[in-house]
T-cell receptor
């Protein structure tokens, strides 16, 4: 089976840094994704990790530890527009099997 | 614009109605998906089509019936739905057989908001 856990809600301050954690348990593993979803909109792709380590992309970075079944999304220099839900998703054993998503972390940015 | 277009964006239907959701992808992908998103729940995978063949059905009730006439189009036919089926229905696509990010990344449409009354 598949299980993805992430915090339900987090609050951070504009200009600060926030780390959103995700733990996963999957029967097969072919990568870990992070998506951003603003209210009323579709999820949009942020990052993909399949090897251990940190992937940096501008203000956003994503980390993966396969041995620990753990990932985090790091957001730097927070802006008000970063207020959204952040979805952690794991890809299964290969092929077009879709992704298993966590419930999402609702991130609130305060001035 | 994600390259995946869904219509209608909003749909209200009675429990005895028959309606369909439509999805079209312009990304040249060969796999398409239907996901359901309800409040306070994770995205739930409903159906997967790869090369126009259905490869996964996660025990979805038969009142939901998918159709994939070609690799660019996907439908979700709705019949005798229940109020608890009210949700956001997301279509997505990906390129199966690709490696790494290009092979796994799923791109979503804007979704169809369904309300069953």
């Amino acid at each position: 089976g598949q299980n993805i856990d992430q915090p339900t809600e987090m609050t951070a301050t504009e200009g600060a840094i926030v780390q959103i954690n995700c733990t996963y348990q999957t029967s097969g593993f072919n990568g870990l994704f992070w998506y951003q979803q603003h209210a009323g909109e579709a999820p949009t792709f942020l990052s993909y990790n399949v090897l251990d380590g940190l992937e940096e992309k501008g203000r956003f970075s994503s980390f993966l530890s396969r041995s620990k079944g753990y990932s985090y999304l790091l957001l730097k220099e927070l802006q008000m527009k970063d207020s959204a839900s952040y979805l952690c998703a794991a890809s299964g054993g290969g092929g077009a099997d879709g992704l298993t998503f966590g419930k999402g972390t609702h991130l609130i940015i305060q001035p | 614009e994600t390259g995946v277009t869904q219509t209608p964006r909003h749909l209200v239907m009675g429990m005895t109605n028959k309606k369909s959701l439509k999805c079209e992808q312009h990304l040249g992908h060969n796999a398409m998906y239907w996901y359901k998103q309800s409040a306070k729940k994770p995205l739930e995978l409903m159906f997967v089509y790869s090369l126009e063949e259905r490869v996964e059905n996660n025990s979805v009730p038969s009142r939901f019936s998918p159709e994939c006439p070609n690799s660019s189009h996907l439908f979700l036919h709705l019949h005798t739905l229940q109020p608890e089926d009210s949700a956001l229905y997301l279509c997505a696509s990906s390129q199966e057989g690709g490696q790494g990010i290009s092979g796994n990344t799923i791109y979503f449409g804007e979704g169809s908001w369904l309300t069953v009354v």
